[in-house]
């Protein structure tokens, strides 16, 4: 099984070392003729227009949209949970659009204001999940097949599931924590096809 991560800009490598600890397969993700070897995806932090731009630029947008309809597993992270998003405020160029949840950009303040907090975290054992926000977003709202995974003690959304989407509003793959890794590694495993399998 390989995981790729959309290697234009932000937090990639980070992802890598993150899946690398637990023994997962990553593959750093530049032309979208290598989504077709991947088994899921991980779109991570990073500067959302500045991501968004070079996905226009590189023609990654259809193949990222159907590589989403594929059912195949992938997670947004931070700025990444702001492309999958079918509706964000203040993003002056398309994203990927394929979950159906409102998004607000920056709804924290700017990187100063910068902050964790323990999350409790739908499909995770254990202790609460250590969330590291950095010029976060919010999930202002989700469409009725949308599960929301995680919230702040105020009740705003940082974690929500549609199928085999998932999306966090903050960076996971800082705290070093890898649960969150594992469990989207879980996504859609018994649907998932073999490499090479007929229709």
């Given at each position: 099984m390989t995981t790729g991560i959309l290697a234009l800009q932000g937090d990639f490598r980070e992802h890598a070392e993150m899946l690398a600890s637990i023994g997962q397969a990553a593959v750093e993700v530049r032309r979208p003729e290598q989504l077709d070897a991947l088994d899921s995806l991980i779109i991570p932090g990073g500067e959302s227009t500045t991501i968004a731009r070079l996905i226009l630029r590189y023609s990654f947008t259809e193949p990222l949209r159907a590589f989403c309809a594929s059912g195949r597993p992938t997670w947004g992270t931070c700025a990444g949970a702001i492309l999958l998003a079918k509706q964000v405020d203040d993003l002056d160029r398309p994203g990927i659009e394929t979950m159906d949840m409102t998004v607000a950009r920056n709804a924290f303040g700017r990187q100063v204001d910068s902050f964790e907090a323990g999350i409790e975290i739908g499909g995770l054992d254990g202790k609460p999940f250590r969330a590291i926000f950095i010029r976060a977003p919010v999930i202002e709202s989700v469409g009725?097949?949308?599960?929301?995974?995680?919230?702040?003690?105020?009740g705003a959304i940082v974690a929500a599931r549609q199928g085999n989407l998932l999306a966090t509003a903050f960076h996971p793959e800082l705290g070093g924590d890898t649960r969150l890794h594992e469990y989207f590694l879980t996504i859609g495993a018994a649907e998932r096809p073999r490499a090479g399998a007929g229709a």
């Open positions: 009725e097949g949308v599960e929301v995974l995680g919230r702040l003690e105020d």
